[in-house]
């Protein structure tokens, strides 16, 4: 589950907020405190993938929040509330650690369109990490670059949508690991739905990377349970 925690005193905003963003599919945790925050955000050891907050607030103001919590993590995103008269905020949040900025009032869909694309950046950093700051993915012949979201086979580069990357990367990363269409659905659009997606995905995907699209050596199909990718 994607976390957000969301630090906000304004209940009528904070409310619109977090309806927002569980409907888009995202868990919040809420609080009207930027004390409160960052004592939560310690006793959860900052487990969140973004944080949300409000420029002006009791107990610690979202800018003494945000400067803290960038000292605390360089993984977690970071967005800023601000008003659309407070100039020099976004330019404060910025420099304190902020990730983006979002100014009051705000729609529902600029705020899930913001909070998605930077949810997308975060996770991206986390993987680079994970794979101990490697910008490459490297399998056989495959070389995946996480930086510049590109793939090549044998130095031939390969070009891939957005989603067949995303995919190439979760197989990459989970080598010789039976991954269901459920898990392929979750991890590429954060949904469940139609896993017909993914079959024609895989499909496209076939076509790209394998010598012989009809028997392929790569993407392997596990009947009766999803794909798994090998060397």
């Known amino acids: 589950m994607k976390k957000i925690i969301v630090a906000e005193d304004e209940l009528a905003i904070r409310e619109f ?26 006793e959860k050891n900052f487990e969140f993938e973004i944080a949300i907050l ?28 601000t008003a659309k008269s407070q100039e020099m905020d976004k330019i404060s949040g910025l420099m304190h650690g902020a990730d983006d900025y979002v100014i009051k009032p705000f729609s529902p869909s600029e705020l899930i369109a913001r909070v998605d694309a930077l949810y997308r950046r975060v996770a991206m950093n986390v993987k680079i990490i994970e794979n101990n700051f490697k910008e ?20 031939k580069k390969i070009d891939l949508t957005k989603v067949e990357f995303q995919i190439m ?57 999803g794909y798994k990718w090998e060397n």
């Open 54 to 81: 409000d420029v002006m607030m009791p107990g610690m103001d979202g800018m003494e929040l945000c400067k803290k919590l960038r000292k605390a993590s360089k993984t977690i995103g970071i967005i800023i509330l």
């Open 169 to 225: 990367e979760y197989f990459l990363s989970n080598r010789n690991k039976i991954l269901t269409r459920e898990e392929i659905l979750n991890h590429v659009w954060n949904q469940n739905g139609d896993e017909k997606m993914v079959d024609v995905n895989i499909r496209r995907l076939r076509v790209k990377i394998e010598d012989n699209p009809s028997h392929p050596r790569h993407i392997i199909t596990i009947w009766g349970s």
């Open 136 to 155: 490459n993915i490297e399998s056989g012949e495959f070389s995946l670059n996480l930086i510049k979201r590109s793939l090549k086979k044998k130095d």
């Open 17 to 42: 907020v977090v309806i927002n963003l569980e409907r888009a599919g995202y868990e919040v945790t809420e609080c009207d405190d930027g004390l409160k925050a960052w004592q939560i955000l310690e």
